[in-house]
């Protein structure tokens, strides 16, 4: 893959690296080529799960991945249009949405469908998980 042209693989599709500020950076730059301006992002841990957090039109944003495997997206106020621009950075459609306790969306990705099944298994019925949505299907 072509890093050039597809940011994701930088960090999502290979492991990130272990600077910090360059996870964030690569991140922040790819947001900002999809006109993201108003977006913020400092990487908190390299380890899996890595862990990027910042602001997004003045409301909290957290990133979680573990390369190759799952990313989630976790935005308040919901924010569609910043997990489509991950669905164009990952280049697949978000498996599941719900609103966490702390009244979040919640995004989630999962490269193999099994993973997706599973955990969309997982949160049915429980009232942690509000207003999951199946998306990939």
Not at 19 to 36: C, D, I, K, Q
Not at 58 to 81: C, I, M, N, Q, Y
Not at 84 to 107: C, D, E, M, W
């Amino acid at each position: 893959m072509n890093g050039q042209h597809f940011p994701a693989a930088h960090w999502f599709y290979s492991a990130p690296e272990k600077r910090p500020y360059m996870v964030a950076e690569r991140l922040r730059n790819s947001l900002w080529e999809l006109r993201f301006g108003d977006l913020w992002l400092e990487a908190e841990s390299v380890e899996n799960p890595v862990t990027v957090s910042g602001t997004y039109n003045g409301g909290p944003v957290k990133l979680e991945w573990e390369p190759r495997v799952w990313f989630r997206l976790t935005v308040s106020p919901d924010a569609p249009h910043l997990a489509h621009a991950f669905k164009i950075l990952l280049r697949f459609k978000p498996a599941l949405s719900f609103v966490n306790q702390a009244g979040a969306t919640v995004y989630e990705w999962y490269l193999q469908p099994e993973a997706a099944n599973k955990r969309w298994q997982d949160i049915q019925g429980k009232p942690a998980f509000g207003n999951p949505q199946r998306l990939d299907v």
